[in-house]
């Protein structure tokens, strides 16, 4: 039954999600046809001043990103998000795919992405059904969401809704909006010239492409954009071979291409001089022989960037996160888990080194393979447009809940009243049971469920990294923190000298497994207390309800000669249990209460921010969570010491408090500004200075010597 509900984890996350989007929808702001958003301005335009009834209208979503800001196309390149849109539409009013103009390449360091810095306009044609009264206007109304960088990256997005007529006949053009509207059309991809054709060829590593029929032999630049962010490098430079019967091209193939496609799709934007033409490449199979250093010269290249280079390389992005892991072995919110594997080492010791290390093993897989299962899906809502970070489940009462239900099971368990896996009755034969790889495996799982509620130092950048990457770079840097999770049991299994050091089986284990319950049991008192801070006192009422329906299946199940009466009353408070998650409480968190260090301070915003910086006072921010221990830790440590609160006082230091124990997008945002997806981040803005990002363990003097200008 306990391996029963360690599964159900899997489904917690996406019940965090549906406990989220509430909160998400409620903070949305009144649609209008215009919006102004952190660096970014977004309007919602027609072409004509009436939409054709029976046939298509072009609209568009106007993006202008603040000078030195970009925003990207539908293949953002090394790193970034296209821009979306979710419209919402009477029934019959379809809505087409974003025409997309031309992009540019912009290359900084290592990365290299595609997108626009300069006023882009996103064509939509909207179809309106041929029996829509004439005399009702219809509404247009869409959700836009994009990226836009500089040396950070913000996430941003805009309800944006207009109305407009319905006619007949031939609508007439919007004069304010016509000239530009036309303009978006000559930026976007033609089709190549009649007779002209493509194809490509993968060998050696390399991509190449002829394009015959065309003549491109008096271009001064030309640059190919494929809309497959995984088939090149896009880094790499594009070597040209250019005659007056067509053009060869060949680049390196990207590290996460997998298999040659059927077609290869993109855009071919060639330049003379001030005037750029863009044509729609669809390429097939077919012999291609790869230009030669001789024979190439170099596609167009933009200096500027699209995307910041961040000072986190792959190779130190995975020590980081390897390092990261092997540290989270060490912080209390895993300990009582850790206990549970602590056991089944010394059980499996007198069974021979190879019990061992399939045990060993076993749990690695649990622990890496939950650490990518929640980076999957971390960066497959941040990709749909939710602002969330590392430990972003613990931002739902929901999954408080559901976790201090198995973690007082487990806890019950451990102290004799359901045994996991094997009999602990005659200490002697049955103490040497093998409990199961399944038990490892999940033990696995569970040390990354309750690690989210810690940031171990060198997690920080390397996981802020992580989600700014593509698919695969993001899962490797996840499975690297994994592993370093898992490393001191591969250690052991694997290396005899360690191993050697395990005590044998004995008596003692039975008093061991009884004792570390009780940090099960203290994890759920501070699960509840997180919950209270979230969600009030009505919910920690009713889960203190399912608390007891838990209690009392557990007694029912591990009771000996148990009947099927006492199954039926077990599975029946389970069900009660399961059935208070639902409550409307757990979905409708309540505004932090703040603790004591954070009532004595403000609340972050980038606004207050720059106020306080402009009145001359040095800053102190504290992105902290309830559930973050390391945030605990550093609170009623380093900066509740009296150095601090002196140095605070004598500097006249501003501190403001960023709570992210309910999800919080501005504060996701913030985070990401710095490289973060996840709490701890502590940052000094001395006066008169750049701001200084602090390690995520801090002690007094660390503090106070970042106060100096």
């Known amino acids: ?121 996103h064509l939509v044609s909207i179809a309106v059904p041929a029996d829509w009264p004439l005399n009702q206007p219809l509404k247009l109304q869409a959700k836009a969401k994009w990226l836009v960088c500089k040396d950070v990256c913000i996430p941003g997005e805009a309800e944006l809704s207009l109305s407009r007529p319905v006619t007949d006949g031939a609508a007439d053009l919007d004069p304010a909006v016509a000239p530009t509207f036309e303009q978006a059309r000559a930026e976007l991809p033609q089709p190549l010239p009649e007779g002209a054709s493509a194809r490509f060829a993968i060998a050696g590593g390399q991509f190449s492409m002829a394009l015959e029929g065309a003549d491109f032999s008096q271009a001064q630049a030309i640059d190919f954009f494929p809309y497959d962010g995984a088939l090149v490098n896009h880094a790499a430079p594009q070597k040209l071979a250019v005659a007056s019967g067509g053009l060869r091209l060949t680049q390196a193939l990207s590290g996460y291409f997998l298999e040659a496609p059927t077609e290869v799709g993109g855009v071919l934007v060639v330049e003379h001089g001030k005037q750029r033409e863009a044509y729609e490449i669809k390429a097939a199979p077919g012999s291609v022989t790869p230009v030669t250093g001789e024979s190439a010269r170099p596609a167009a290249a933009s200096p500027d960037a699209v995307a910041p280079a961040g000072t986190v390389g792959l190779a ?148 802020g990294y992580a989600v700014t990457q593509p698919l695969a770079v993001a899962l490797a840097v996840f499975a690297a923190l994994g592993l370093g999770l898992a490393l001191p049991f591969l250690l052991i299994g694997f290396v005899p000298a360690l191993a050697r050091q395990l005590p044998k089986p004995g008596l003692w284990m039975l008093t061991f497994k009884q004792a570390m319950a009780f940090p099960l049991y203290l994890t759920v008192a501070w699960l509840l207390w997180v919950l209270t801070r979230q969600a009030g006192a009505d919910a920690l009422g009713l889960i203190a309800c399912g608390l007891v329906a838990v209690a009392l299946a557990v007694w029912l199940l591990g009771r000996p000669g148990r009947g099927r009466v006492s199954v039926a009353i077990a599975l029946l408070s389970l069900a009660s249990a399961a059935y208070l998650l639902t409550t409307p409480a757990l979905r409708t968190p309540t505004t932090p209460a703040g603790s004591a260090q954070r009532a004595e301070h403000a609340a972050w915003s980038a606004e207050k921010v720059r106020a306080l910086r402009a009145e001359g006072r040095s800053v102190f921010v504290d992105f902290t969570a309830d559930w973050c221990i390391t945030c605990k830790v550093n609170e009623r440590g380093a900066l509740a010491s009296d150095t601090v609160r002196e140095a605070f006082e004598r500097e006249q230091v501003a501190v403001l408090v960023a709570d992210w124990t309910s999800a919080d997008p501005a504060i996701t945002k913030g985070l990401a500004e710095f490289g973060r997806n996840g709490v701890p981040l502590y940052l000094v803005y001395p006066k008169g200075g750049e701001p200084r990002v602090l390690p995520q363990v801090l002690t007094p003097q660390i503090v106070v010597d970042a106060l100096k200008r």
Not at 48 to 77: C, F, M
Not at 332 to 352: D, I, M, N, Y
Not at 404 to 419: I, K, R
Request: charged share 10%; glycine share 10%; hydrophobic share 50%.
């Open 316 to 463: 130190s992005a995975l020590l980081l996160a390897l390092l990261g892991g092997l540290i989270l072995n060490l912080m209390p919110c895993v300990f009582p888990v850790l206990s549970l594997k602590a056991l089944s080492l010394a059980q499996s010791a007198e069974r021979g080194r190879g019990e061992q290390r399939r045990q060993a093993l076993a749990y690695s897989a649990g622990t890496v393979l939950s650490c990518v299962a929640v980076a999957g899906l971390l960066l497959a809502l941040r990709a749909g447009g939710e602002a969330l970070g590392w430990g972003f489940q613990l931002q739902s009462p929901l999954f408080i809940a559901a976790l201090a239900y198995l973690m007082l099971a487990l806890g019950l368990a451990m102290s004799g009243l359901l045994e996991i896996g094997t009999s602990w009755m005659g200490v002697g034969s049955s103490l040497a049971d093998r409990p199961g790889l399944a038990g490892s495996f999940f033990t696995g799982v569970l040390a990354v469920v309750v690690a989210s509620p810690c940031t171990a130092p060198f997690m920080g950048s390397a996981l």
């Open 1 to 121: 039954m306990i391996h029963l509900v360690i599964r159900s984890l899997i489904l917690l996350p996406l019940l965090t999600t549906l406990a989220l989007l509430p909160a998400a929808a409620s903070a949305a702001a009144p649609p209008s046809s215009r919006a102004s958003t952190p660096h970014v301005e977004a309007e919602l335009l027609t072409e004509t001043t009436a939409l054709l009834r029976g046939g298509d209208s072009t609209v568009a979503l106007k993006l202008v990103p603040e000078q030195g800001w970009h925003t990207y196309w539908i293949n953002a390149g090394d790193s970034g998000l296209p821009t979306r849109l979710l419209w919402t539409l009477p029934d019959g009013v379809g809505a087409g795919a974003i025409q997309w103009p031309a992009p540019h390449r912009a290359s900084l360091g290592e990365l290299t992405n595609y997108g626009y810095d300069d006023e882009t306009l």
